[in-house]
């Protein structure tokens, strides 16, 4: 009996533990009365991001104004190859199902291209981020980063060492160097709806952007 009375006080910290980690008052502003709770098919995500067997933290919806998200996103802090596994720089919040696909594309399109192409396995990738509230460049409409749906992919480190940017090599690597980002950017125009890399305009001189759309803009 003094075991459940010295239990009680207890209850609601309990309680609080299971609940909703995000409530809306932790919300940087309110702008819906969405509170973070994974809906089916979020969950479904998820569970296939998961199989990737990439490491993530599934993070709370977040409502930013003017427009400006982040839902059903995670950070990515590994994935998987198919014999190791691969870092990401500087990445931030990004939406499951882009996170799906960026996972399939580092195994299947660049660590495979890597090493067909330059010998040696994939070992990071290197980012320019995700998140950002902004409009696409020089339009006054929203870019697929102001909802964490675009990364930006600017370098790839190879387990022998090599660093093959896009800044560096794109235009002036060695022909296999310039054969492998070809060949990745044209496996990336088959996995997400928008890729924009240095042949589209100056402002991507530097990074292939990768949105997830319904669109099939390859450039
Ligand atoms: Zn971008």
């Known amino acids: 009996m003094r075991a459940m009375i010295a239990l009680l006080p207890l209850m609601p910290l309990l309680a ?3 609940a909703i980690p995000q409530s809306r008052d932790q919300q940087p502003l309110r702008q819906s009365t969405a509170v973070f709770s994974p809906r089916p098919e979020a969950q479904q995500c998820l569970s296939g991001l998961g199989q990737t067997k990439a490491s993530f933290t599934p993070l709370p919806d977040q409502y930013y104004g003017a427009g400006c998200s982040t839902l059903g996103t ?14 990401v720089s500087n990445l931030g919040p990004v939406t499951c199902p882009l996170a799906q696909n960026f996972a399939a594309w580092a195994r299947y ?27 696409v460049a020089g339009r006054d409409r929203l870019s697929a980063h102001a909802t964490a749906n675009a990364i930006d992919i600017s370098a790839f480190v190879l387990a022998d060492g090599r660093r093959i940017s896009l800044s560096g090599q794109w235009a002036s690597g060695s ?21 924009l890399g240095p042949n589209y305009n100056a402002a991507h001189r530097d990074h292939f952007h990768l949105e997830l759309s319904r669109s099939a803009f390859c450039h």
């Not at 070992?123 to 998140?131: C, D, K, L």
């Not at 296999?176 to 997400?192: P, V």
């Open 74 to 87: 995670v950070r990515l802090a590994s994935l998987r190859s198919d014999n190791a596994q691969l870092s």
């Open 109 to 135: 399109g660049v660590d495979r291209a890597a090493r067909q192409i330059l010998g040696s396995p994939l070992q990071r990738i290197e980012t320019m981020g995700s998140y950002s509230c902004r409009n």
């Open 175 to 195: 022909a296999q160097e310039r054969r492998f980002l070809t060949t990745i950017h044209a496996s990336a125009c088959k996995r997400f709806g928008t890729v």
């Open 16 to 18: 609080a533990c299971g």
